[in-house]
């Protein structure tokens, strides 16, 4: 039986996920909080396999829940209104969230994630570290969490060279000379990595800036490693204007 405790500070946005909690054959609901004190109470008493928590309550945050328990559950699921800030940091440490109002086929994909795994994530206290960095910075993070389908690799964003897409993927190839696979479309990324450290060249490729060292005729952009990127047609002036503004 997997055990679940909700942190939720609305009445009726708690009811409504204890009530699709409770239609899961194989989960038992121990617990709600409603502040940051009754949710270390209960998580420090209860121990829950997963935490269903609201990132922002009306005494504090999630983060602040996490920063008073001695015991931190490895799978905190995080729950928040359509908050644009809220979700970037979360998707810059790769973690699982869930939109208000809670759907019951998210819930149920988030649940079978946690029954598919259920072992130590892998770089959890990093991940969540990564998560409150951005969430409190409006300068771009230092590191990204990158999943791929074997494992999640922490990487520094000074080290993504470009990205390119490939439909439902998307490789980064790094400054070492590796490269990533991930099972996320490049327009997941592009959000992630904005302008003006990142440049969406072409529909496929997404490039550091930092390593741009020239154009080749306005339709390739040149990368100091020697690489050519190509620059499409209808994005040349904006790339044009970006790396050579007009005083």
């Not at 708690?14 to 054959?25: A, D, G, H, P």
């Amino acid at each position: 039986m997997i055990t679940v405790a909700i942190i939720e500070d609305e009445p009726a946005v708690r009811k409504e996920i204890s009530y699709l909690v409770q239609q899961e054959t194989d989960t038992e609901l121990i617990g709600w909080g409603d502040s940051v004190g009754t949710a270390v109470k209960l998580i420090e008493e209860k121990y829950p396999d997963i935490v269903l928590m609201d990132i922002q309550l009306r005494d504090g945050t999630a983060f602040d829940i996490l920063k008073k328990l001695a015991f931190i559950p490895q799978n905190v699921i995080f729950i928040t209104a359509y908050n644009h800030f809220a979700i970037k940091a979360i998707k810059y440490g790769a973690l699982d969230y869930l939109l208000k109002p809670v759907d019951q086929s998210e819930l149920k994909e988030a649940l079978e994630r946690y029954r598919r795994k259920r072992e130590n994530n892998p770089q959890w206290m990093q991940r969540l570290s990564m998560t409150h960095d951005a969430l409190h910075s409006s300068e771009l993070p230092e590191s990204i969490a990158l999943t791929s389908i074997h494992n999640v690799r922490i990487v520094p964003v000074h080290d993504i060279v470009y990205c390119k897409g490939d439909g439902p993927y998307t490789f980064f190839f790094l400054n070492d000379g590796s490269k990533e696979l991930i099972s996320k479309p490049l327009k997941y990324y592009e959000e992630l990595l904005p302008l003006p450290y990142f440049l969406r060249t072409h529909q496929s490729y997404l490039v550091n800036r930092s390593y741009i060292s020239g154009v080749n005729r306005s339709e390739y952009i040149v990368l100091k490693n020697k690489e050519e990127i190509p620059i499409s047609s209808r994005r040349k002036n904006a790339i044009l204007n970006q790396l050579f503004p007009q005083k």
